[in-house]
Each structure stands twice: as structure tokens, then as C-alpha cells.
């Protein structure tokens, strides 16, 4: 600190405590925060205008959220509205430095564990700096409105200031608390995978609100949602606005017992941010520390490679199943699809506009996975590429990978088509649907080797939304499109034999097996296709996948 304030300390004396020193941080912090967000503006002008539209985006839902929640005074859906937005808001500061941890440099204190600076004080100064920024402005216009919508008569406005305090100070402590206690996780490989699966969080939360808002329109109202209501205005920090209304109404008691509530849960989550804040300052983390201790656990596949025969199969299984698990873009591409591929089938059963048929799509989405086969590896693939001289060598790597795949895919089609089945209550179709699936799955295989061979791009490990690298965009669509169409075209006599079935009266239980059958038919032709094709391309598939 007085370093800061232009004093040189004495060697080894202890940096001030007390209020001046915490006076004199918390401007400087301030000023620090600012003169981030203005070099950050700095770097390029593509920043600048993200951060620009961002900015106008913010303030303006920011002004029409404050006016819809002032317009909303006096009605009698006012309370249950606001207590549920300021829990949801509460939520999102909790969950969003897990998941953006890039988005604010200050969120990192392990930053400042070299300076002179005790945990208190720079406590209130990190709280103080994180009030700067869109973010909180966004919540201080939702705390605003909410204190005057439910606020009636003075007790009810003198309540309403420290409510609307509370309600901000209590999410932004949330965040620093959540980074601090994390910031190891955050600085790690397993934080970059949350950073790449933030996108499917979001996605799979949007149709969760989706869902709910079609529930809640279908009820008759928010009146629904008052026994929910009744339960949050007791959870900091919605406690605060539950506060502010129980005042208003002339529950004194309850209302005091809510902002007591509300304040005692801020004073916890400063005491645990100091807490970790200390820790992070004194503890050493595991760079510093001699690897010790029992040997490392056996991989999570491990248990495949038991299952496989000794030699290149079990090895490539392995290697694939890794990659899957260990690799962020292959983690979030694959969690993505079995996301998704659950989510549409059963969603729309839950709605009552469901098929049995649409859990086909979950085989859709995972047999796109294997349309690159070789990209995930980028320069790495060399290795593989010194173990393949032969056609036949090349029919074991590609046999082992689809091995891997089929550990994952199989299971998953059987479990997508049972649950939808179950809701839809349609188990009479269920073999049928199972079958048609495996059918899919084997063609999606097969022309995803097919596709592999012909059409290898590099899967760039930088940018959550790069799938290709620079100039290959072209090779990944037509990889895509090659996939589309053999598939299609491959599953054609199936499609045509149910067809047939169904307008002659035939039982069609029989199209499991024949379906599982000709799936794996269609995935031995399609391996023995794309063998000789790799075996003889072999140094083009190694240049485009280790393109950067």
C-alpha cells in the first residue's frame, strides 16, 4: 500500500492496516479496474466494438427492464416477479466467472499474492472496483426497480435503500467469492473446459426457460408461482426484496427477519471471500509442491481396454476415448451433441408434440462426430501415421476408433429411444424406432470414415468456435455434405422396407434386427472403403491436419 501511495517501506516492515490503508486501496483499485477496461479497448478494434454493442445492448434492457419493473407497481404479480428475477440474477453472478473466468482480468487474485496487501482491506477494495462495469450496472437497475415495485408507504421506501444494497453488494461478493474459491480450477485445463461448454450451459438453460414459460403460459398466469415465491423471498439475496414487501404490507417482524437474513448472508460470503483470499496468499499450490502419494488412478477407459484384444486396438480405443474426455473442443463438441440429442426428443414429449421417432435424432447428432476423424489429433497424427505401411494397418486403426465410438454411441441410442418411448407411452413402436437408429448410427459411420479419408481438415485448439482451420472451411462443409448424403442414400432401403411395412399390415418388430444388422453391415463396408483410402493418403492427411 505504500508502495502505491509513493512512500518507499523500510525493509521488512509490515504494510499499514486499518482505515487509512483500506481508504487509500479501494481509489486505486477503482482506478485500476478503469484503466483495464480502457486498454482492453485498446488491443483491437474488434474488442472495441464488441464491447461498444455490448455496452448499448446493456443500458438499453437495462433502462426498459427499470420502466417495465416501475410500471409494474401496484400489481399483484409484482412481488413473485421480482423475487424470482433477483434470485435468477443472483444465480447467474454465481455460475458466470466459471464459465467466462477471461471475461474480467481482476476475477484472478492469485495475481496480487506478491504484493504487500492484507486480506481485509483488499477485500473491500476488490468489492468496491467490482461495482464498476456493465454487469453490476445491470443489476443495480434490477435492484431499483424491483425495491419500488413492491414498496409501498415510507416504512416500505426506507426499507427499500438498504434492500437495493444489499441485493447488489451480495452478487458481486458472490462472484469474488465463487473466482476466489476456484481460481486454481479457473487457471487450469479443466477451466478451459468450462469455458468451452459454457455455450451448451446456455443453450440447454435457454430451453429449460423455453419449457417454463410455455408451462407457465399454459397455467393461466405467474399465480402459479406464488407457492415458489413464498420459499425464495427467504433465500438471500431475493430475502432483501421479500424484505421490502413484507414492510410494506406491515409485517414488520418478518420484514426485519428477511433483511437481517439478507445481511447476515453478505457478512458470511466477505468473511469466506477473506478466508480464501488468505489461503490463496499462504497456501502453495501444486507447482510448489513435491509430487507425493499413492500412484495415479488407472484411466477412465481403462475399462475398454480390458474389454479389447491386446495390441493396436485396445491402445487406439484407449487414445480415442482420451481425446474425447481430455481434449475441450472434442469434450464440448461430444457433450454438446448428447445434450442436445436428449434434450429435443424428450422436451417435445414433455409437450405432448413428441415422437418416438425424433430420438433418432440423438444417433444424428453423435454419428456427426465421426466426419473427422483424424482432425482432432492435428500435428500429432504423425505418430499414428509412422504405425500405418500397410492397408491392413489402416483397417485396425480405423476398426479400434469405431470400436471407441460404438462404447459410447450404442448405449446412448438404446437410452435416448427408451426414455422418449416412455414418456411418449409408445413402447409398440419402440423396436421399430431402435432399429431405423441402428441403421442411422451405421451409415453415419460409415460415410464419417468415408468422409475422413477424402475431405481431412485441423481442428484448431484456439477460439471456442473455430472448427476449421484458416482456408479449410471449404474441406469441413464438404466432409459434412459427403457424410449427408451417402448417409441418406445408404439408409434409403430401410426407410423404404418400414414404409412397406407399415402400409401392408406387417409386423414391424422384425426391423430391430434387421436394422442392427444391416448397420453393421453398411459400417464394415464403409471400413473396408475408407482403409485403402487412408493407408494410400497418409502424407495429405497428415499436412491438413497439422495446418494451424
Not at 495415479?296 to 475399462?303: M, P, Q, T
Not at 454419428?367 to 492435428?378: A, L, P, Y
Not at 500397410?390 to 426414455?419: K, N, Q, S
Request: proline letters at 6%; aromatic letters at 8%.
Amino acid at each position: 500500500m505504500s508502495i502505491a501511495a509513493g512512500h518507499t517501506p523500510s525493509p521488512g516492515a509490515a504494510p499499514p492496516a486499518g482505515p487509512t490503508a483500506s481508504a487509500g486501496l479501494t481509489p486505486l483499485f477503482v482506478r485500476l479496474k478503469l484503466a483495464l477496461l480502457k486498454n482492453g479497448l485498446r488491443q483491437s478494434s474488434g474488442r472495441k466494438a464488441a464491447f461498444v454493442t455490448t455496452a448499448v445492448l446493456v443500458l438499453l434492457f437495462s433502462a426498459l427492464q427499470l420502466v417495465g419493473l416501475i410500471a409494474m407497481r401496484g400489481q399483484s404479480f409484482a412481488p413473485t416477479l421480482t423475487l424470482l428475477m433477483a434470485l435468477v440474477v443472483a444465480v447467474g453472478w454465481t455460475f458466470m466467472p466459471l464459465f467466462f473466468p477471461s471475461g474480467d482480468e481482476t476475477l484472478d487474485p492469485s495475481r496480487l499474492v506478491m504484493l504487500p496487501l492484507r486480506p481485509r482491506p483488499l477485500v473491500q477494495a476488490l468489492l468496491v472496483a467490482s461495482l464498476v462495469g456493465i454487469g453490476p450496472l445491470f443489476t443495480v437497475c434490477l435492484a431499483i426497480g424491483s425495491v419500488i415495485a413492491v414498496a409501498h408507504g415510507a416504512a416500505g421506501a426506507v426499507v427499500a435503500v438498504p434492500a437495493a444494497v444489499l441485493l447488489v453488494l451480495t452478487c458481486v461478493a458472490l462472484a469474488r467469492a465463487v473466482a476466489t474459491a476456484n481460481v486454481r480450477l479457473l487457471t487450469s485445463r479443466r477451466g478451459r473446459d468450462l469455458a468451452v461448454l459454457s455455450g451448451l450451459i446456455v443453450a440447454v438453460g435457454i430451453q429449460f426457460v423455453n419449457f417454463g414459460w410455455q408451462r407457465l403460459a399454459n397455467s393461466g398466469g405467474l399465480s402459479v408461482l406464488d407457492p415458489v415465491a413464498d420459499v425464495v423471498q427467504w433465500v438471500p439475496p431475493a430475502s432483501a426484496i421479500g424484505a421490502v414487501h413484507s414492510v410494506s404490507e406491515g409485517a414488520y417482524g418478518r420484514g426485519a427477519a428477511q433483511l437481517a437474513l439478507a445481511a447476515v448472508a453478505l457478512a458470511a460470503l466477505l468473511w469466506s471471500w477473506e478466508r480464501g483470499l488468505v489461503k490463496l496468499m499462504t497456501a502453495p499450490d501444486g507447482s510448489t509442491i513435491q509430487a507425493s502419494g499413492p500412484a495415479r488412478k488407472e484411466s477412465s477407459a481403462g475399462w475398454l481396454s480390458r474389454l479389447l484384444p491386446d495390441g493396436r486396438t485396445a491402445a487406439t480405443a484407449q487414445r480415442v476415448l482420451r481425446y474425447i474426455w481430455r481434449d475441450p473442443k472434442t469434450k464440448g463438441a461430444w457433450i454438446t451433441s448428447l445434450a442436445i440429442g436428449l434434450i429435443v426428443p424428450v422436451f417435445n414429449a414433455l409437450q405432448g408434440t413428441g415422437s418416438v421417432y425424433l430420438a433418432s435424432m440423438a444417433t444424428g447428432m453423435l454419428g456427426m462426430q465421426t466426419f473427422n476423424q483424424f482432425g482432432t489429433d492435428t500435428s500429432a497424427f504423425w505418430m499414428v501415421a509412422t504405425t500405418v505401411s500397410t492397408t491392413r494397418d489402416a483397417y485396425e486403426e480405423l476398426r479400434a476408433r469405431l470400436l471407441a465410438l460404438f462404447a459410447i454411441t450404442v448405449p446412448y441410442t438404446v437410452l435416448v429411444t427408451a426414455v422418449t418411448a416412455a414418456i411418449v407411452d409408445d413402447w409398440g413402436v419402440f423396436p421399430e424406432v431402435l432399429g431405423l437408429a441402428f441403421a442411422l448410427l451405421g451409415a453415419l459411420l460409415a460415410a464419417g470414415l468415408v468422409a475422413s479419408a477424402r475431405f481431412p481438415y485441423s481442428v484448431p485448439q484456439e477460439g471456442a468456435y473455430k472448427n476449421a482451420a484458416p482456408g479449410q472451411g471449404s474441406l469441413a462443409w464438404m466432409s459434412l455434405l459427403t457424410g449427408l448424403v451417402v448417409s441418406t442414400v445408404v439408409c434409403a432401403p430401410l426407410i423404404g422396407l418400414t414404409v412397406w411395412l407399415h402400409v401392408a399390415g406387417h409386423a414391424t418388430w422384425m426391423l430391430l434386427p434387421v436394422g442392427a444388422a444391416y448397420g453393421l453391415l453398411i459400417t464394415w463396408v464403409g471400413l473396408r472403403v475408407a482403409a485403402p483410402w487412408t493407408a494410400s493418403r497418409l502424407p495429405e492427411i497428415l499436412t491438413a491436419v497439422s495446418k494451424s
